[in-house]
């Protein structure tokens, strides 16, 4: 007798024991807890720490309130202009009402995951090649509205969204290079012009400078022949100004008009008088 009662008051002890464990839970500081009473939720959230339930009565379900990344894989889309791209993105977001995020939702991180794919299809979409290579801010912004619009409905805050890798294919690289190395030849050649353009306007005022003085032609000679000697060149190119022949032309005097006579009866031709050069005369002979 006394056995048996041993082995009740054993037993009764035993499943005191389990109905303690099951009534204890402990909730960690990044988690909050959402207790479901015979099925319906208790409005009250349980803070982090220990937590106290009612045997086989209460359900705890535990809820993360840390922010969560995930990667959205990465979808197929044309954008606007006609392009076909891949483009990947990734979400951060955290849940901020932990009852709605455990009652209104079934899985709210495969929900997020989904709505994200669908929003990032519908940004190629809308989006030109330029904006999503250039201008990914603004893009970010209206993802993070299109994803945060469904989540708010399930307790859920997105923090923030971002576009990871614009994929493009191989021919759109290459037309890609061709434009870039077209736009850098052209800016080549317009600093090229802009440069001979100033230079031109340099050196008219140069030539207006040595109008004005001569002599600094001559320097300027000079110091080009210094300049070229510098080398230790075998040949010295000695350029002749043209001002100069100018000069020679004014200070030497115009000669006289050959005098033209009347032919001999004869027919003999007369020579010229002694005026004229002496080359000239010996070329003059009598036929």
């Not at 009612?54 to 309130?65: F, Q, W, Y």
């Not at 922010?67 to 197929?76: C, G, K, L």
Request: a negative charge.
């Amino acid at each position: 007798m006394i056995a048996i009662l041993l082995y009740a008051l054993a037993a009764i002890g035993g499943l005191a024991a389990l109905l303690a464990a099951m009534s204890v839970r402990v909730i960690k500081q990044y988690e909050q807890g959402v207790v479901f009473r015979l099925g319906r939720v208790m409005p009250d959230v349980r803070a982090p720490g220990l937590v106290t339930l009612i045997p086989i009565v209460d359900r705890l379900e535990k809820v993360s309130m840390q922010i969560v990344t995930m990667p959205v894989p990465a979808q197929d889309g044309i954008t606007r202009d006609n392009v076909t791209v891949r483009v990947d993105a990734v979400v951060y977001f955290n849940v901020s009402d932990p009852v709605r995020a455990a009652v209104d939702v079934q899985d709210y991180i495969s929900a997020i995951g989904q709505v994200a794919q669908t929003s990032l299809r519908s940004i190629i979409g809308k989006s030109d090649l330029d904006d999503l290579l250039s201008n990914r801010e603004r893009l970010n912004e209206g993802l993070e509205l299109m994803i945060d619009s469904p989540a708010l409905g399930w307790g859920v805050h997105i923090d923030r969204v971002e576009i990871k890798d614009v994929v493009l294919p191989d021919s759109m690289k290459r037309s890609m290079s061709r434009q870039a190395e077209a736009e850098r030849e052209r800016r080549a050649r317009v600093i090229t012009a802009d440069g001979e353009l100033q230079a031109s306007a340099k050196l008219a005022q140069a030539a207006e400078a040595m109008t004005e003085h001569p002599a600094a032609l001559q320097l300027r000679l000079l110091q080009t022949v210094v300049e070229v000697a510098a080398e230790k060149n075998s040949t010295l190119v000695l350029p002749f100004p043209v001002e100069l022949l100018r000069f020679l032309e004014r200070a030497t005097p115009p000669e006289d008009p050959p005098t033209t006579q009347p032919p001999n009866p004869d027919g003999a031709i007369v020579p010229r008088t002694n005026s004229a050069p002496a080359e000239y005369q010996a070329r003059c002979y009598v036929t």
